[in-house]
């Protein structure tokens, strides 16, 4: 592909693929340092690492592009603390305590939320497709939260560390549909000042923990996966995720994100002896076919949400 080239929707969904499966590792690498690393640690070490590598690449954007960052800094600093800070501080204080299994399934949620803050802040009307295939996603996450009892519903409730990860699958899904206002900058400009909101929001939650005797039990495992959440959930995930949503939209792109539960059960049981039951299996082909359905909306569709037209 050229630079004068636009991504095909085909290359479009490709890279999101590869995103999901970052951030799917992600969860696997947030609940298997438990005890090693405390979480918001974990989130400074993060962004500082991606931050660090960036900014060779970015520098010179950023120095072209400080004066319309500085103009539109409230809505990067919007995006940075919802996308950057919130989302990760959530997700990780929850995988202390939750499995890796959930905190993925509960990412299917993003999805629809995605459509309800594009209607509630844009007036983006949502089309019956997607509202089919987000409907089907439901489904299938529905199924595995029941595991596959319907009466399950009566009895069902959420831990501390369940609700944690809800809080960033709210964060997650005002970043995606906001992701439309973001400074028409160059993407690592924009990349780095988010990560350096990041960085800033963490610290302090980060000295916190040391200041309460939290350690990180440093090690070859702990080394890796410093290595793998600054790398690849960080600085790849989101430049290629960022470039997504823009040509895809935020509802076509957010779509995407119900793959992670797929990913995810997946590696938790290969890595973390997470058990799978029929029940998930089940809802990940209903997964699987929402985000498939989704695929088939039209592109003048997409056109329209990446324009921000209702």
């Not at 340092?33 to 640690?41: E, I, K, L, M, R």
């Not at 929850?94 to 509630?120: S, W, Y």
């Not at 399950?152 to 609700?163: E, H, P, Q, T, V």
């Amino acid at each position: 592909m050229t630079a004068h080239q636009r991504p095909t929707p085909l290359y479009s969904y490709a890279t999101l693929a590869a995103v999901m499966l970052f951030w799917s590792g992600n969860f696997i690498v947030g609940r298997a340092v438990q005890g090693a690393v405390p979480p918001f640690t974990l989130a400074l070490v993060r962004w500082t690492g991606a931050a660090l590598v960036l900014a060779p690449f970015a520098w010179k954007h950023f120095r072209a592009d400080r004066a319309l960052l500085a103009a539109q800094w409230k809505i990067v600093l919007l995006l940075g603390l919802v996308g950057i800070a919130a989302f990760n501080g959530f997700v990780y204080a929850g995988l202390h305590h939750t499995t890796a299994t959930n905190g993925l399934l509960l990412q299917a949620a993003i999805p629809a939320l995605v459509l309800l803050f594009d209607r509630m802040l844009f007036g983006q009307r949502a089309t019956l497709v997607q509202v089919a295939a987000v409907l089907l996603s439901i489904a299938g996450v529905i199924l595995i939260v029941l595991r596959g009892d319907p009466l399950a519903i009566l009895s069902i409730g959420l831990n501390i560390g369940d609700l944690l990860v809800l809080c960033g699958v709210v964060s997650w899904a005002a970043y995606t549909s906001l992701l439309r206002l973001r400074p028409a900058s160059h993407p690592l400009s924009f990349l780095l000042v988010a990560f350096l909101i990041g960085i800033a929001a963490m610290a302090p939650l980060a000295m916190f923990e040391w200041m309460r005797g939290e350690r990180v039990v440093m090690g070859w495992g702990t080394i890796g996966s410093f290595a793998y959440v600054a790398l690849l959930p960080s600085l790849a995930a989101y430049i290629l995720y960022n470039a997504a949503v823009h040509e895809l939209g935020a509802g076509p792109a957010g779509q995407t994100i119900t793959l992670m539960p797929l990913f995810g059960a997946l590696l938790a049981a290969g890595l973390l002896g997470e058990k799978l039951h029929a029940y998930h299996l089940a809802g990940m082909v209903l997964i699987l076919g929402g985000i498939l359905l989704g695929a088939l909306m039209r592109p003048g569709q997409a056109r329209d949400q990446r324009s921000g037209r209702p």
